[in-house]
């Protein structure tokens, strides 16, 4: 189990689905691909064009087919976490690896939105299932985002730096605005997709720059043992509820509404819950970091 565990982010951060199904399936995949000589890239484009089958299975209205797609979209979340494990595994972790992962999410849900859809425009309803499914992706982008952010924030202070991958979207900028579109067009392209996403999860995290930024600039790179203990003390938490608003619980939510027979419910589950629970996050999130920014600037660097 030891050698699974190795692969992981770190244990405080991983979901309970994560760490008794993905992970040792991913790590079995990963093992094997590494075997082969399969890339943690090369992984993750297999797994686009997994999901994005799967999706077209929800498209039809029947029991048999849906599972079978449900199987798929299992078999592409399975290949998701071996990217990253296998990059663990080999020290092949890259900022190219992270944009295509978060690209690959986007196009797989973006394929489930669109069959669920036309699915429901096949049964005679109208096209403004779409506005729907507009505003429920909007909404599935923030949730990822904002969680994704903060369990790297996690990272960076319990665990530190070497162990999270936590961006400043001014420092890609910089990167950004060294390439150009007639040189670096692929490179752009993918830095400009990250950029957007590293603003967007900057939105709804004002407090947190503002320490992030304070503890960088006191402290550089080591986070003191007594700000490491009260971050801990104070995020960890709040981990169970940034899990809860990514890709498993949605995965189970899309499973009950086909099961069930009626997709809008699984949109009606990513606009009402989940929204629900990401304003509900980001309130309490922000207000321990006012708390914990004062706790850095009134405190000694000796400390």
């Known amino acids: 189990m030891w050698q699974i565990e190795s692969t992981y982010k770190a244990r405080d951060v991983e979901e309970v689905i994560d760490r008794y199904f993905y992970r040792r399936v991913g790590y079995v995949l990963a093992g094997a691909s590494k ?44 290949m998701d976490s071996a990217d990253g494990q296998l990059a663990r ?102 830095l400009r997709v990250y950029l957007n996403y590293t603003y967007q999860q900057e939105v709804l995290a004002r407090n947190f720059q503002q320490l992030y930024a304070t503890t960088r600039k006191q402290f550089d790179v080591s986070v003191p043992d007594w700000l490491r203990q009260e971050y801990a003390s104070n995020n960890k938490p709040l981990l169970k509820y940034y899990n809860f608003i990514t890709t498993n619980t949605r995965m189970i939510a899309l499973f009950c509404a086909l099961l069930i027979g009626n997709v809008y419910l699984y949109f009606a589950f990513e606009l009402i819950v989940l929204n629900a629970v990401l304003i509900g996050l980001a309130i309490k999130q922000e207000n321990l970091n006012r708390q914990m920014l004062e706790s850095v600037r009134h405190l000694p660097v000796e400390a």
């Open 89 to 190: 595994m080999t020290n092949a972790r890259s900022r190219l690896g992270r944009i295509l992962d978060g690209i690959a999410g986007n196009l797989i849900f973006l394929s489930i939105y669109l069959h669920l859809c036309l699915r429901i425009i096949a049964s005679g309803e109208s096209a403004w299932i779409f506005l729907v499914a507009v505003a429920s992706g909007i909404s599935h982008s923030f949730q990822c985002a904002t969680a994704d952010y903060y369990r790297n924030a996690f990272l960076y202070f319990v665990y530190g730096e070497e162990r999270s991958e936590l961006d400043k979207a001014s420092l890609i900028e910089m990167s950004y605005r060294l390439l150009t579109w007639k040189n670096d067009f692929i490179k752009k392209f993918f």
């Open 35 to 78: 075997a082969i000589g399969l890339t943690p890239n090369g992984i993750t484009i297999i797994s686009i064009l997994v999901g994005v089958s799967a999706g077209h299975l929800f498209y039809y209205d029947d029991l048999l087919t849906n599972i079978i797609g449900m199987l798929v979209l299992v078999t592409a979340e399975a």
